[in-house]
């Protein structure tokens, strides 16, 4: 699975931004797919998760500001992202695993599959 990240840009603080990711092939069904994000000399952070069944987790820096989705018919994972803040900043990934059930205490190891990043500056 070959994924590509869109839509990262500056915005300003309490401003809103939708990033996309655009898979080369249906993870429609059976695959976890997720956002991390890495902040200028930090290690990848998790920030959501969506499942097969369409379940979602949130890291609790993000909940209630972003929210993920998946668009089976374009094959895109989408990630709206609002009420930004400057601690938002930094490159945004996603990742993919073929897997029946998703965790949101997996690290980024456990997704063969990422995009090549788009940066987010508050």
């Known amino acids: 699975v070959q994924l590509v990240e869109s839509g990262g840009g500056s915005v300003q603080a309490g401003g809103s931004l939708t990033l996309s990711c655009a898979a080369s092939?249906?993870?429609?069904?059976?695959?976890?797919l997720t956002w991390f994000r890495q902040g200028s000399g930090s290690e990848r952070e998790w920030t959501a998760l969506i499942g097969g069944d369409g379940s979602t987790s949130y890291a609790d820096s993000v909940k209630g500001r972003f929210t993920t989705s998946q668009n089976s018919a374009s094959n895109t994972l989408a990630l709206q992202m609002n009420n930004l803040n400057p601690e938002d900043s930094g490159m945004y990934y996603c990742?993919?695993?073929?897997?029946?059930?998703?965790?949101?205490?997996?690290?980024?190891?456990?997704?063969?599959?990422w995009g090549q990043g788009t940066q987010v500056t508050v």
């Open positions: 990742g993919a695993v073929r897997a029946a059930i998703c965790s949101m205490q997996w690290t980024p190891r456990m997704f063969p599959y």
């Open positions: 092939e249906s993870t429609a069904r059976g695959y976890c």
